[in-house]
């Protein structure tokens, strides 16, 4: 096995618009949760066709692999970490349901995301797109069963905390009498609050955070539009304070910026926060999320010298591994030149970033 991931044997996932896929970074399948059921597409040809294929010699001329994956195999020849690479290291979760299907209702329009993910977004291009999917009674019949094979849910979307989808599954785990068995994941931007984190924490097993924070201070209201620093910040201390009040092993909260050429060459700005938290055994800052599309402000395709400056800038802190995760491999990424430097576009942040130049001056020379 030359090319092995263990995600389609050990999980099952979807995107935000309810069709299935291989995880939460892949291009997802033809296959919609409104006609197939969680078990159906465990058992799928498509999935089949796919497991398969990771036992073979080489995985990646399998045409459904080759289209699934390319975001990872496009990482893996920039020099990035992909989630493939990630989940073969990381082992805290062997067998798991990662949902977005709970839908793309979000309350910010982040300027490097897009409508499928963010409600907000196509609400502001006129897109009339559905906010959650319409499951059947036979998709929650199914769920009730084929959950019990799982321990771990992690919810992201669209923002996981708004969404009725994500609260109807809570419920039902709830129910289900095993939820003191249960370890949960959210991929959210802050919008629930202490009190609801507390209430989850008081019902299941672990509550993990992945909190998506992109910059430290007003730039992170730049690239989370309709954020505000001031809430930001405010909850980013309140799931600091949890972890300081549970038990280690009951919250974890990770601070996980989508790395893109908006924010790394500022991450060090985060490093008196998470100088004061790092002592907390459960609190994680982690640069493994590194941005591939849109290409033009992928920070594999910077200019060498754009690269030299963010490196020299970062380089204290994304190499301190005391209290930063996965910085190996943003340092990898600024001291790699590009293989596809027309990918990188100056006027693409010109376009979507207001007062662009007060924010990122080394852009100027470029414009």
Known sequence: MSWYCPLPFNSISSDPAGYYALCCESDSSKIHCTNTTLSEFKNSDYMNTIRDGFLSDDPKSVPEIREACHQCISKEREGATSKRMRELKETTYTHYMELKLIGNICNYACIMCG???????????????????????????????????????????????????????????????????????????????????????????????????????????????????????????????????????????????????????????????????????????????????????????????????????????LSNTSIVSNGEGVINLLQTESKNILGWSPEWIAKNVPDWKKWYPEYVWYE
Not at 207 to 215: K, P
Not at 240 to 269: K, Q
Not at 292 to 303: D, G, H
């Open 115 to 317: 409508p499928l993910s963010s409600s907000k977004i196509a609400e502001e291009k006129g897109m009339d797109l559905p906010k959650w999917s319409i499951l059947s009674d036979e998709w929650w019949d199914d769920f009730d069963k084929i959950s019990r094979e799982y321990k771990c849910f992690k919810f992201s979307g669209g923002e996981p905390f708004m969404s009725p989808i994500t609260k109807k599954i809570l419920n039902r785990l709830i129910k289900s009498g095993r939820a003191n068995e249960i370890d949960l994941q959210f991929n959210t931007n802050g919008s629930g609050s202490k009190k609801v984190i507390q209430r989850l924490l008081d019902n299941f097993k672990r509550v993990y955070i992945g909190f998506s924070i992109d910059a430290w201070g007003e730039r992170n209201s730049i690239i989370r539009k309709h954020s505000t620093w001031e809430f930001t910040e405010d909850i980013l201390w309140d799931y600091a304070d949890l972890c300081r009040t549970n038990e280690h092993e009951h919250f974890s909260m990770s601070i996980h910026p989508c790395v893109s050429a908006l924010n790394v060459g500022y991450l060090y700005e985060f490093e008196p926060f998470v100088k004061e938290a790092c002592h907390l055994n459960n609190l994680v800052f982690s640069v493994s999320n590194t941005l591939a599309w849109p290409k033009e402000i992928n920070i594999a395709n910077l200019p060498l010298e754009v690269k030299a400056k963010y490196l020299k800038d970062n380089y204290k802190f």
